[in-house]
T-cell receptor
């Protein structure tokens, strides 16, 4: 069966510091991968998605970036965090074949920028 | 553009009551998928159900049931005989053909509080 893991689960970072959140999927090949953010009091927003190694699509311009160095690895980064980057970050995946396949989410990472 | 509206911000019920969570969606696509996810206090989004736009059959899974009506663009979720463990935030979401089904558009969620 497929599983998804992301880490760290929680982190507190000062403004201006870098960020790296990592996500890996097991049990599937060539998944579509996603990063979502859930800010306090707001809904879930798609940040990036990837359909293959090195292929990144950005949905929202911001100071975050994403990379996919390996087939089942997806990384969310920032060079300098802003207070507004605080939130709950969720990695997700789905199988690439077919349409409208279910997107499954990881456990999430709570980021507090202070 | 797609939009999902969950007008109920928070619902409080007493255990064993039935509760319906409303979801209204907007899309110009004829091919789309609708989803419900549950977010318990731990934060993880748990998939509950997926329906495609060509299948309006209602579905029942244990105490959960879903009513999909294209005529009113609604995809409502009913929990029968609610339990304390049902307390969570529930999200309705949509993905449509014009985004290659890559983008899940979420509603703002409905927080369900079930008290003993």
């Amino acid at each position: 069966s497929q599983t998804i893991h992301q880490w760290p689960a929680t982190l507190v970072q000062p403004v201006g510091s870098p960020l790296s959140l990592e996500c890996t999927v097991e049990g599937t090949s060539n998944p579509n991968l996603y990063w979502y953010r859930q800010a306090a009091g707001r809904g879930l927003q798609l940040l990036f998605y990837s359909v293959g190694i090195g292929q990144i699509s950005s949905e929202v311009p911001q100071n975050l970036s994403a990379s996919r160095p390996q087939d089942r690895q997806f990384i969310l980064s920032s060079k300098k965090l802003l207070l507004s980057d605080s939130g709950f970050y969720l990695c997700a995946w789905r199988t690439p074949t077919g349409t409208g396949n279910t997107i499954y989410f990881g456990e999430g990472s709570w980021l507090t920028v202070v | 553009a797609q939009k999902v509206t969950q007008a109920q911000t928070e619902i409080s019920v007493v255990e064993k009551e039935d509760v319906t969570l409303d979801c209204v969606y907007e899309t110009r696509d004829t091919t789309y998928y609708l989803f419900w996810y549950k977010q318990p206090p731990s934060g993880e989004l748990v998939f509950l159900i997926r329906r495609n736009s060509f299948d309006e059959q209602n579905e029942i899974s244990g105490r959960y049931s879903w009513n999909f009506q294209k005529s009113t663009s609604s995809f409502n979720f009913t929990i029968t005989a609610s339990q304390v463990v049902d307390s969570a935030v529930y999200f309705c979401a949509l993905s449509a053909e014009n985004t290659g089904f890559q983008k899940l558009v979420f509603g703002t969620g409905t927080r369900l509080l079930v008290s003993p």
